[in-house]
């Protein structure tokens, strides 16, 4: 897209419990701090998007996704999320960090839509991505095959859009994967299908696979309770 910025980003990934005490606070005070963490965000000029998970899971109540071209930058922001009252009320469960770097297997490169400024899709499912050490040891023609028939798959269904970020030496993961699309039934399709082809027996884990629904800062801090 012109006169967007898309060299290497950083991404974190940041999913939280709430204290239950929160529910107890003020209903003025609760709506006053969920001005304060949105202010927080937005003043920090770093690249953000909000999710709940409420409901969804028993280990996560919500999602703040961050982009940013430094780490320093996404633990200043955090720390001033900690700062806030809700920040008082709040405790990571699942913490990821990639970096997004050019496919050495897709023809033609796409531009990560989180970082282009695209529209975010109602959904985004989140999972941590781990292939076999055997697959690294395939030669490069192979695996490119394999991965051919993958990327044939994908495009089937346009409606899901892949964000693909790379944890190699930053994280315990290879790959950080998050599917956005407005259709759950869609990406159901799309992993069912994905199962039969021949990279999936170089899987070796994929999950949490966690189920994020859209919803700005203000609005997901209310539904907290």
């Known amino acids: ?23 107890w606070l003020a209903d003025l005070a609760k709506a006053e701090s969920a001005k304060e963490v949105d202010n927080v965000i937005r003043n920090s000029g770093i690249k953000f998007r909000s999710y709940s998970t409420l409901g969804l899971r028993d280990d996560a109540d ?7 071209k430094s780490v320093e930058e996404i633990q200043d922001v955090i720390s001033k999320v900690y700062l806030t009252v809700f920040g008082k009320y709040i ?9 997004t770097r050019p496919s050495i297997y897709a023809k033609k490169e796409k531009t990560i839509s989180f970082v282009s400024g695209n529209e975010p899709k109602k959904y985004v499912v989140v999972y941590p991505f781990i292939k076999t050490r055997e697959w690294y040891l395939l030669p490069r023609e192979q695996r490119q095959k394999m991965m051919d028939e993958h990327i044939n798959v994908s495009q089937k269904y346009p409606g899901v859009i ?13 790959f950080m994967l998050a599917f956005e699309t407005d259709l759950l039934q869609d990406f159901q399709n799309l992993i069912i299908d994905l199962r039969e082809t021949k990279v999936s027996a170089y899987i070796q884990q994929d999950t949490p696979m966690i189920v994020c629904v859209k919803k700005d800062i203000i609005p997901l801090i209310t539904s907290l309770g």
């Open 91 to 99: 405790v990571p469960s699942h913490v990821y960090l990639s970096c």
């Open 62 to 68: 919500f999602l703040f996704w961050f982009a940013a």
């Open 162 to 174: 892949l964000n693909t970020t790379y944890s190699f030496g930053i994280d315990d993961q290879d």
């Open 1 to 23: 897209m012109e006169g967007i910025d898309v060299g290497q980003y950083f991404f974190n990934f940041s999913f939280f419990k709430i204290d239950s005490k929160w529910r």
